[in-house]
């Protein structure tokens, strides 16, 4: 993965949804005993959970170092890998919890990486699945509203130029969307206007699920600070569902 230029203010940023983040904790029963975070960053999801509900084992798996040195200075009485093939678990008492990091895994992996993960995360035979990402509907209008268009130009109009220069003109409205998740963050703007936000979609992902899960809950929604944000900084109402959450449970 590329290198992060301010590693706390990327984790700054990830704090702010932490609720949202936790929307599995009051769906999940026995037999689960650990929950598995992929993706942890430097453990302050780990360190909310475990505050809130002590009686679970926590993991914290990141393929960054520095991450987990974090992490690991951060949250007593969790355990913290950054190997996959080091994580002691029994998968059939475990949740795993995939926050904010499915872009990422396709942003910077290969294709046999992301064929890995999936892999992985459908095949370890975790008794619960939680995903939550950014992601869009296939059936998203092709363009974007003109109005919309014309103040989202004003709004940074740098930061848009070099947008624009990776990813194409916002009046389709994929682009636009993707710009207006992505345009406040400056302090790691080079890596962060080069990375996807929204590599699938809903359909996608859904269509992955083997049959030997079921869905215990799923919302596709537009995350209020975001829409807040957006609205405030360029007047633009964002309607479109840009974010997508889902439990699964194995069945069984």
Known sequence: MDSIS???????????????????????FEPVKTILDFGCANGVLIRAMKFLFPEYRYIGYDISEDM????KALVENAEFYDRWSDIPMKAEDTLINISSTLHEVY?????????????????S?????????????DNIRLMSDPQDVRRARNLYPDRLKM???VWGPI???FNLIHYLLKYSYTENWDREVR????????????GKIPDDYEIVYSEHY??????????????IDLKDATHFKILLKRRG
Do not use: C
């Open 6 to 28: 301010n590693l706390d203010i990327y984790v700054s940023r990830m704090q702010k949804s932490f609720l949202d983040k936790m929307f599995f904790m009051d769906k999940v």
């Open 125 to 137: 035979g975790f008794r619960y699945i939680a995903i939550r990402d950014m992601m869009l509907s």
């Open 171 to 173: 009046d389709i409205r």
């Open 222 to 235: 537009v995350l209020p600070f975001n829409k807040q944000k957006i609205r405030k900084d360029s007047g």
């Open 195 to 206: 990375e996807n936000y929204l590599p699938i979609t809903v359909e996608t992902l859904l």
């Open 68 to 71: 987990i040195a974090k992490a």
């Open 107 to 123: 942003s910077y992996g290969t294709e046999e990486s992301v064929n890995e993960f999936w892999n992985r995360v459908f095949h």
């Open 163 to 165: 947008y624009e220069s």
